[in-house]
């Protein structure tokens, strides 16, 4: 059970899922995100801290207990009641990209699909561009750009939506040193203004003066260092 749910953002109780019935990935699992906090989730390889950032944006339902996202269930919720609160960005640059350059791919992060495209839209995308020195190259095409680049193009998202809760995998991961200080800035500041993320890390000493909780994955349980179990106190 959980014994304090204000400020919560999401509600998982004993949670079980597998892409194969006798070998669940997560057991059982309990644990509160708050909405305010800032979550790192440490593992091994394979523990299966991906599938987890995965499920509480209902990507995959066939799980077992349940996953309360404010007040409704992520497994029978709309998408758009998801995507409305929450931003996820995984590891891979494939699965963040829909335009041909940034430019475009954030024009349809901002506007989904839809064609009502503004000039204070277009600075505001600028802006975000800038954060991760990608608008000199913004119109080039995504494949022409190295590695480092590219994730830096994804991330360059985030400053569009400062509201949301972010579900972030490896998401310093092929970044260079400074890029990866600006990345930090950028969680610390959505932090000291009261939003949380959950970001999944191979690194978690790297995020310990800017975050607020620490979760292990291990054997499919989410364990919280700081209460010591699988259940967020």
């Known amino acids: 059970f959980m014994t304090d749910t204000a400020g919560s953002l999401y509600r998982v109780a004993n949670l079980t899922f597998g892409?194969?019935?006798d070998k669940p990935v997560i057991v059982n699992a309990t644990f509160i995100l708050q909405k305010s906090e800032i979550t790192i989730l440490s593992g091994e390889n394979g523990s299966g801290k991906t599938t987890l950032c995965r499920l509480p944006m209902g990507l995959n339902r066939k799980y077992e207990g349940s996953i309360i996202l404010n007040d409704f269930e992520v497994k029978t919720?709309?998408?758009?009641q998801i995507s409305d609160l929450i931003v996820l960005i995984s590891q891979g640059t494939i699965?963040?990209?829909i335009g041909i350059n940034f430019d475009e791919d954030l024009e349809i992060w901002q506007n989904r699909f839809m064609r009502k495209d503004c000039p204070e839209s277009a600075k505001s995308r600028q802006k975000s561009l800038s954060c991760f020195d990608i608008l000199?190259?913004?119109h080039d095409p995504i494949w022409?750009?190295?590695v480092g680049q590219k994730k830096g193009g994804v991330l360059a998202?985030?400053?569009l939506f400062p509201g949301k809760y972010w579900i972030l995998d490896e998401p310093i991961a092929s970044l260079d040193s400074d890029k990866c200080q600006r990345?930090?800035?950028l969680v610390q500041r959505k932090r000291d203004n009261g939003c949380g993320a959950l970001i999944i890390t191979h690194q978690p000493d790297l995020?310990?003066?800017?975050?607020d909780r620490h979760f292990v994955l291990k054997k499919g349980q989410v364990i919280d260092t700081n209460a010591g179990s699988n259940v967020c106190l």
Do not use: C, D, M, T
């Open 144 to 146: 022409n750009l190295s």
């Open 95 to 97: 699965g963040n990209v």
């Open 157 to 159: 998202a985030l400053p």
């Open 207 to 211: 995020f310990s003066n800017i975050s």
């Open 183 to 185: 990345f930090f800035q």
């Open 136 to 138: 000199e190259i913004a």
């Open 19 to 21: 892409n194969q019935s």
């Open 77 to 80: 919720s709309r998408e758009r």
